[in-house]
């Protein structure tokens, strides 16, 4: 057995089983599949939780979850404020040197100007860029 969403023309969602996806196919083109709110037989497969996602991190993208984003951002920031060596304006030149392992291998952090995370890439060194929120206490 199956549970599918199913969703009617009238954008009614409801639930329900089947035997499997043939004998949903089956049952909806003998009209046998009806919307328990409306009645309407013309029903489709809703979209699924990857679709309802997707909506999530558009609306994030959008900006209506700005504070939720901004929520990450601190979370992400202590994270790398306790796992990463801060190397400030130097993050160039030490990420270099790892990359070339002329030190010992740590993560660092550190500000880079845009002339220079250009450099980093095309040298194809791997770094992250997180937009960097600035703290309250600050
Ligand atoms: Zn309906």
């Known amino acids: 057995m199956i549970l599918y969403d199913v969703i009617c023309s009238n954008d009614h969602v409801f639930e329900a089983w089947f035997a499997d996806s043939k004998a949903f196919e089956d ?13 309407v037989t013309d029903v489709e497969k809703a979209l699924m939780a990857p679709n309802i996602s997707a909506k999530k991190e558009q ?4 900006g209506k979850d700005a504070a939720d984003a901004m929520k990450f951002l601190y979370k992400m920031r202590e ?7 801060y190397v400030g304006k130097d993050f160039a030149e030490e990420a270099r040197k790892i990359h070339h ?11 880079a100007t845009a002339e220079e995370a250009e450099e980093l890439r095309e040298e194809g060194i791997e770094f992250g860029e997180i937009p960097w929120p600035a703290r309250h206490d600050a």
């Open 27 to 39: 049952q909806r083109k003998s009209d046998a599949v009806a919307c328990p709110i409306c009645g």
């Open 101 to 111: 392992e002329e030190v010992e291998k740590r993560d660092i952090y550190g500000e």
């Open 59 to 62: 609306a994030a993208a959008d």
């Open 79 to 85: 994270h790398i404020e306790e796992n990463c060596d």
